[in-house]
C-alpha cells in the first residue's frame, strides 16, 4: 500500500494551471496520505484537499504535533499566522 507524506495539505487547486496534487493523488490510485498542516490561505484561498481525498476514499491522517516542524521548515515561504 503506498502512502504520501507532506507537511502540507495536497492542494485541491492551483493559481497556476498545472493540476492539483489531490487530482494527481487520486488518479495514481494512491490510498493513504498523511500530512501534518492544512493549507494556509497564504498560497491558495478555501483549499479543500483533504475533503475532497477523503469524500474518495483516501485515508487522510493529519498529524498536528508535527505542525511546528513544518511551519519552521517552510519559514521562507511566508507568515503563516
Not at 503506498?2 to 495536497?10: G, K, N, R
Not at 481525498?53 to 503563516?80: I, M, Q, R, W, Y
Request: hydrophobic content about 45%; glycine content about 4%.
Amino acid at each position: 500500500m503506498a502512502t504520501i507524506y507532506s507537511t502540507l495539505e495536497p492542494c485541491s487547486q492551483r493559481s497556476a494551471s498545472r493540476t492539483p496534487c489531490t487530482q494527481r493523488i487520486l488518479e495514481a490510485g494512491i490510498p493513504r496520505v498523511v500530512i501534518a498542516w492544512r493549507e494556509p490561505s497564504l498560497f491558495v484561498d478555501d483549499c479543500v484537499g483533504y475533503e475532497q481525498l477523503v469524500e474518495a476514499g483516501v485515508t487522510v491522517v493529519e498529524l498536528p504535533e508535527l505542525t511546528a516542524a513544518a511551519k519552521a521548515a517552510n519559514a521562507h515561504l511566508g507568515d503563516f499566522a
